[in-house]
């Protein structure tokens, strides 16, 4: 079956404008997953959807960052006020359950480069 | 907090050598460990798992044991191909936690 797409694969912006990133799980599964990867940082746990469950947070760094699932499906995560530094590869992964010995499935990422 | 912490790279072999990229853990419990491979302009995917003490996780002729005593979850492969060229990264998920954490990645190159 499809694995996890993400769109677009390349986002060129502007420091200051706000940018939208999509990601789309494999179907069937209940937990998201959003993660940066970038050359200073490597990769980091940014935010996790578990089904009707609150989302954790915790790892988003700062409150320009937000996300949201719709319908327990799709995912958009949003960052307002881009600044140079949230210049990153952003991943999504998905995982069939809530049980963290099971894989987490990954998609192909978006490049965000903010100018 | 969890950590991961993996041999600096990047590493270059010649194709039939011995492969080991060093992986170490720091976490409470009993963590879930991974590696994951990024081939060259693809995906992160999942390369082996192991999710208890003294498991062995294989796959594609690599192997990495997870050894308890040691905190750790090396990576060892006995003859590298070529294709085998990638970024490496070790991982685990806490006890009572979902994300992973990563470590810094190991960049190898096999030369023919």
Not at chain 2, 71 to 98: I, M, N, P, R, W
Request: aromatic fraction near 10%.
């Amino acid at each position: 079956g499809a694995g996890v797409s993400q769109s677009p694969s390349n986002k060129v912006t502007e420091k200051g404008k706000d940018v939208e990133l999509r990601c789309d799980p494999i179907s069937g599964h209940t937990a998201l997953y959003w993660y940066r990867q970038s050359l200073g940082q490597g990769l980091e746990f940014l935010i996790y959807f578990q089904g009707n469950s609150a989302p954790d947070k915790s790892g988003l760094p700062s409150d320009r960052f937000s996300a949201e699932r719709t319908g327990g499906s799709v995912s958009t995560l949003t960052i307002q006020r881009t600044q140079q530094e949230d210049s990153a590869v952003y991943l999504c992964a998905s995982r069939v359950r809530a049980d963290r010995t099971d894989t987490q499935y990954f998609g192909p990422g978006t490049r965000l480069t903010v100018l | 907090g969890n950590s991961v912490t993996q041999m600096e790279g990047p590493v270059t072999l010649s194709e039939e050598a011995f492969l080991t990229i060093n992986c170490t853990y720091t976490a409470t419990g009993y963590p879930s460990l991974f590696w994951y491979v990024q081939y060259p302009g693809e995906g992160l995917q999942l390369l082996l798992k192991a999710t208890k003490a003294d498991d062995k996780g294989s796959n594609k002729g690599f192997e990495a044991t997870y050894r308890k005593e040691t905190t750790s979850f090396h990576l060892e492969k006995g003859s590298v191909q070529v294709s085998d060229s990638a970024v490496y990264f070790c991982a685990l998920t806490g006890q009572g936690a979902q994300k992973l954490v990563f470590g810094q990645g190991t960049r190898l190159t096999i030369n023919p």
